[in-house]
């Protein structure tokens, strides 16, 4: 079993103010893999301390000093890559040729788009002929960060913030710690000057609510549930610190009669995917009336035929969800479309053949309306809700009746009507006929989806200040 109790902070691994152990437990097996510990306020001022000293000499180095040590980073990203993917894999359920595929890619991947953005990005502009308009980093940053797709959202917060010339403090998620402890390792052998990165361990209502509400912190950069995202809102709000979140979803996926023969399997596998642990998945597939029951009979042989297994096992299938409170509340919600909707695939309990672990039965939900508990509540688990439509009015009404707006999706071949309905969806993102998005392109919400934006240009720009300068020119 793995040990990992200390915290990285000011440069050095230390050991918790006060011992308070944590099991993390492998998906797969059900079976502890390593023991954490939580931190306490104390572990936490002392990160907060070491961010605020560094912040003055850090704030102050130049772009290509930053640049430089970044570049260092990705190098030994790259490097050590697998080491990342079998700690993701372990610790979260991801299967291994995922997690050293997308996991593990999404981090480098992000890494390169911010080298990319960073490299024309400019800290100053002339306002008028005498005034200046200069951006400088907000401070010192909390950056608070899911178990779901570990890689991707530590490296969108933490590489933007310190190539601002921000100081970090990273909680990840205390289910989910393995894969950050080993990026704390990575930015220690960047060299990266003591107190620019600290990372503790701890929860929500320990670690992560002090460093919502503390005094030192400027600012707060969250990823995670809605609920979460709410608590920490408030409690940012005596101390006026920004708060940046990207939080859930329940993206529609709509597919109109003329949409491309493959647009309802590749929907299907894209809500399966990470075993429906994705904040952007699309998890309601909207159909014409004139394709629906097609559609429906397509999803569900897809359900049928994804294979779920162990993380460690080879080849292309889905693990497990992440945790037992993960199982049970999508076992809930699961029972919870049986009595309102169409089951017809999956269901109840684990695939035949595995009696332990955390696994799901891919499952597909027809005759689906939007007031039903399975089409309004973020499942985070493989199931998928179909729902008919006769109109494109009534489809983008259907889409947009939601409480979150973080992605939605436009199959069909008609390039007017897919720019038209993408205008009109109220999300942050608007993906059309599988189309993935580019390297650096804004991410994130409307609604209790969030706000503020990640990735390149628009994440660098979450991390800085606004200055204006009267008189810059000569007298």
């Known amino acids: 079993m793995l040990e990992h109790r200390n915290f990285y902070i000011n440069g050095q691994w230390v050991a918790p103010a006060v011992a308070n152990d944590f099991a993390v437990i492998d998906p797969s097996t059900e079976e502890q893999c390593a023991v954490i510990s939580l931190g306490d306020a104390a572990d936490t001022d002392a990160a907060v301390a070491a961010a605020r000293t560094a912040f003055d000499s850090w704030s102050q180095t130049s772009k290509q000093e930053r640049i430089a040590l970044i570049r260092k980073l990705a190098e030994i990203y790259d490097a050590r890559a697998e080491e990342m993917a079998q700690a993701i894999s372990l610790e979260m359920g991801a299967p291994i040729d995922l997690s050293r595929g997308s996991q593990v890619g ?33 401070g010192v940053c909390a950056l608070i960060t899911p178990w779901n797709w570990p890689m991707n959202q530590i490296v969108l917060k933490v590489v933007p913030a310190i190539a601002t010339g921000c100081t970090v403090i990273l909680k990840p998620s205390e289910v989910s710690p393995l894969s950050g402890l080993l990026f704390a390792e990575f930015m220690h052998e960047a060299g990266f000057p003591a107190g620019v990165f600290n990372l503790v361990n701890g929860d929500g209502v320990g670690v992560g ?29 005596d101390t006026l610190k920004r708060v940046s979140l990207e939080l859930g979803g329940k993206g529609a996926n709509i597919i109109f009669d003329d949409a491309d023969p493959q647009a309802v399997e590749r929907g299907a596998r894209h809500c399966f995917q990470n075993s429906g642990q994705s904040c952007n998945a699309p998890t309601r597939m909207l159909v014409h009336r004139s394709r629906y029951d097609e559609a429906v009979a397509t999803a569900s042989q897809v359900a049928t035929n994804t294979h779920v297994g162990p993380a460690s096992e080879e080849g292309k299938h889905i693990g497990p969800v992440v945790s037992e409170a993960q199982f049970n509340k999508i076992q809930g919600l699961i029972e919870t479309g049986i009595s309102e909707a169409r089951l017809t695939a999956g269901g109840l309990g684990r695939p035949d053949g595995l009696n332990r672990g955390y696994f799901v039965k891919p499952t597909v939900f027809a005759d689906v309306n939007n007031d039903m508990t399975i089409a309004r509540e973020e499942v985070f688990g493989p199931v998928l809700s179909i729902i008919p439509f006769e109109t494109e009015e009534e489809a983008i009404a259907i889409a947009n009746d939601t409480p979150y707006g973080l992605t939605n999706y436009v199959q069909t071949t008609d390039t007017e009507k897919r720019r038209r309905v993408a205008r009109r969806l109220r999300s942050g993102m608007v993906e059309t006929n599988g189309q993935g998005f580019a390297k650096g392109s804004p991410f994130g919400g409307y609604k209790q989806s969030g706000n503020g934006r990640e990735g390149g240009v628009f994440g660098i720009e979450e991390f800085l200040e606004v200055k204006a300068v009267s008189g810059w020119a000569a007298e």
């Open 106 to 138: 999404a981090g480098s991947w992000h890494m390169q788009g911010f080298l990319e953005a960073f490299e024309d990005f400019s800290f100053e502009s002339d306002f008028t002929a005498s005034e200046k308009s200069l951006r400088e980093p907000i």
């Open 209 to 237: 609510s002090q460093l919502s509400a503390h005094p030192d912190v400027d600012m707060v950069s969250f990823t995670g549930s809605t609920r979460a995202g709410i608590a920490i809102s408030k409690a940012a709000a």
